[in-house]
């Protein structure tokens, strides 16, 4: 009976929908309803193309000693990940402070005050992690957050400043979805995933074609193309574009094979690998993984070159031993970290990957920071250091611009864009994505990431 009840009820309210559209159609004449425009051939959003905006209540901050800035990741500067990324924004932060007690602003200026990074973090960001950085935004007032350290927490940040409105800065994430959320607070410094996947995927294609021609002159059978995919949601977030990017082109990996990250042993992959005897291995994995696949693919595929191929006039045949197998690694940017280089070893010798920083040496920004960092850390700084020293130089030059007010900081974020920072340009989209494209590819050569 409550099924009959329910269905009938429907059927009556379909019934009155008719009606009233059927009377909205005669209130206009025949000839106007024959001309009607066409309705537009897509009907989605596209929210990159339309430009964010907050448009509710905002006040500023008064009676400040000083201007607090939040910062949502790890603190130790003894982490080989994340260690990096706390130096290099306190080392933007101490610029700064040098830099306006030089410039003799009238007391009552906002702009005398001094900056300061208030932190918080968890092992565990999903648990006690969130916690703590909401009970920071809402007691310590930060006019501003930076973070975090990889694009799952940042997510996490990012639902909680949707709630509290203030803006947040993220260094070095490329998950695209990050920004895709529709929180107008949202900012990415660095490139996207798919910026990413198109310089990659072009190199992929480009290093297999020679070797292509040939294998169907002989055999008939092209290249095996080899997918080694971590699991974690950076590398899940990447190989999403990757694959995509892939599929535009006409040409899917021909093997994959999941990695779970931090995993004890790869024998199993490994020895799947091995048996499909690829000639191009693609790896999309953190920088620890990676250095750990890579060490893995050298020993058991033998043949995997250590070096990039001499110059030849037959480029198929270069850095090829008679009759021995040569196989090619790839990588996505996570492999241009400090950390993968340092754990990769000679193994990482002419692995390939996308690079997001070469250092420009025109530049007295990125020269004096390259220097201070290289001389306190003991190597030269990765993207992600860079990355997130440009994230807290924007927001201070932001600050300074807008005064202590979050949604005027917000709106000077979208305002400064195109911001030449020292890793490059950044141009924000509508929805806060940098749009920067001009990537280029790079491979190690004595240990030194080269373009």
Same mark, same amino acid.
């Given at each position: 009976?409550?099924?009959?009840?329910? %269905?009938?009820?429907?059927?009556?309210?379909?019934?009155?929908?008719?009606?009233?559209?059927?009377?909205?159609?005669?209130?206009?004449?025949?000839?106007?309803?024959?001309?009607?425009?066409?309705?537009?051939?897509?009907?989605?959003?596209?929210?990159?193309?339309?430009?964010?905006?907050?448009?509710?209540?905002?006040?500023?901050?008064?009676?400040?000693?000083?201007?607090?800035?939040?910062?949502?990741?790890?603190?130790?500067?003894?982490?080989?990940?994340?260690?990096?990324?706390?130096?290099?924004?306190?080392?933007?932060?101490?610029?700064?402070?040098?830099?306006?007690?030089?410039?003799?602003?009238?007391?009552?200026?906002?702009?005398?005050?001094?900056?300061?990074?208030?932190? %918080?973090?968890?092992?565990?960001?999903?648990?006690?992690?969130?916690?703590?950085?909401?009970?920071?935004?809402?007691?310590?007032?930060?006019?501003?957050?930076?973070?975090?350290?990889?694009?799952?927490?940042?997510?996490?940040?990012?639902? =909680?400043?949707?709630?509290?409105?203030?803006?947040? @800065?993220?260094?070095?994430?490329?998950?695209?979805?990050?920004?895709?959320?529709?929180?107008?607070?949202?900012?990415?410094?660095?490139?996207?995933?798919? #910026?990413?996947?198109?310089?990659?995927?072009?190199?992929?294609?480009?290093?297999?074609?020679?070797?292509?021609?040939?294998?169907?002159?002989?055999?008939?059978? %092209?290249?095996?193309?080899?997918?080694?995919?971590?699991?974690?949601?950076?590398?899940?977030?990447?190989?999403?574009?990757?694959?995509?990017?892939?599929?535009?082109?006409?040409?899917?990996?021909?093997?994959?094979?999941?990695?779970?990250?931090?995993?004890?042993?790869?024998?199993?992959?490994?020895?799947?690998?091995?048996? @499909?005897?690829?000639?191009?291995?693609?790896?999309?994995?953190?920088?620890?993984?990676?250095? %750990?696949?890579?060490?893995?693919?050298?020993?058991?595929?033998?043949?995997?070159?250590?070096?990039?191929?001499?110059?030849?006039?037959?480029?198929?045949?270069?850095?090829?031993?008679?009759?021995?197998?040569?196989?090619?690694?790839?990588?996505?940017?996570?492999?241009?970290?400090?950390?993968?280089?340092?754990?990769?070893?000679?193994?990482?010798?002419? @692995?390939?990957?996308?690079?997001?920083?070469? +250092?420009?040496?025109?530049?007295?920004? #990125?020269?004096?920071?390259?220097?201070?960092?290289?001389?306190?850390?003991?190597?030269?700084?990765?993207?992600?250091?860079?990355?997130?020293?440009?994230?807290?130089?924007?927001?201070?030059? #932001?600050?300074?611009?807008?005064? +202590?007010?979050?949604?005027?900081?917000?709106?000077?974020?979208?305002?400064?864009?195109?911001?030449?920072? #020292?890793?490059?340009?950044?141009?924000?989209?509508?929805?806060?994505?940098?749009?920067?494209?001009?990537?280029?590819?790079?491979?190690?050569?004595?240990?030194?990431? =080269?373009?």
């Amino acid at each position: 009976m409550q099924a009959e009840c329910r %269905r009938s009820g429907l059927l009556r309210l379909a019934a009155r929908l008719a009606v009233g559209l059927s009377a909205i159609g005669c209130l206009l004449p025949a000839a106007e309803i024959n001309h009607l425009p066409p309705s537009p051939a897509t009907p989605f959003l596209r929210l990159r193309e339309a430009t964010l905006g907050y448009h509710g209540p905002s006040a500023d901050f008064a009676n400040l000693t000083e201007i607090r800035l939040g910062w949502f990741g790890p603190t130790n500067l003894d982490d080989p990940l994340t260690g990096d990324l706390w130096w290099a924004a306190n080392f933007a932060m101490q610029e700064a402070n040098a830099e306006t007690s030089n410039l003799g602003f009238p007391t009552s200026d906002f702009r005398r005050l001094p900056f300061r990074l208030i932190p %918080r973090w968890a092992v565990d960001p999903w648990g006690t992690g969130v916690s703590q950085l909401t009970r920071m935004v809402y007691d310590e007032q930060p006019l501003a957050l930076i973070g975090s350290v990889d694009s799952a927490s940042t997510h996490l940040a990012e639902q =909680v400043v949707a709630k509290a409105q203030l803006p947040l @800065v993220s260094p070095i994430t490329t998950d695209k979805t990050v920004t895709l959320a529709g929180v107008s607070w949202m900012f990415s410094c660095a490139p996207s995933d798919t #910026a990413i996947a198109r310089v990659l995927v072009e190199a992929v294609l480009a290093a297999s074609d020679p070797q292509c021609e040939i294998a169907n002159l002989k055999s008939g059978i %092209r290249p095996r193309l080899a997918l080694l995919a971590g699991t974690d949601h950076e590398s899940r977030m990447t190989m999403r574009e990757v694959l995509k990017e892939f599929s535009r082109r006409g040409r899917l990996p021909d093997f994959r094979f999941d990695v779970p990250p931090g995993a004890p042993t790869l024998a199993q992959q490994m020895a799947a690998l091995a048996a @499909v005897h690829p000639d191009t291995v693609l790896i999309i994995a953190g920088a620890e993984d990676s250095a %750990r696949l890579v060490r893995g693919v050298r020993e058991c595929l033998p043949g995997a070159p250590a070096s990039l191929p001499a110059p030849s006039n037959k480029p198929h045949l270069a850095g090829k031993d008679a009759g021995a197998p040569s196989c090619l690694i790839f990588g996505t940017h996570s492999m241009s970290r400090a950390r993968f280089l340092d754990l990769a070893g000679p193994a990482a010798e002419g @692995v390939r990957f996308p690079l997001l920083f070469d +250092p420009d040496a025109a530049e007295p920004a #990125a020269t004096r920071f390259v220097e201070q960092f290289t001389q306190a850390r003991g190597h030269p700084p990765d993207y992600a250091a860079t990355l997130t020293c440009d994230a807290t130089r924007l927001l201070i030059a #932001a600050i300074h611009r807008a005064g +202590p007010n979050r949604a005027r900081i917000r709106e000077a974020l979208a305002q400064l864009s195109p911001w030449p920072g #020292a890793a490059g340009p950044m141009a924000f989209d509508g929805t806060g994505q940098n749009t920067r494209t001009n990537l280029c590819m790079a491979s190690v050569r004595n240990g030194t990431a =080269v373009p």
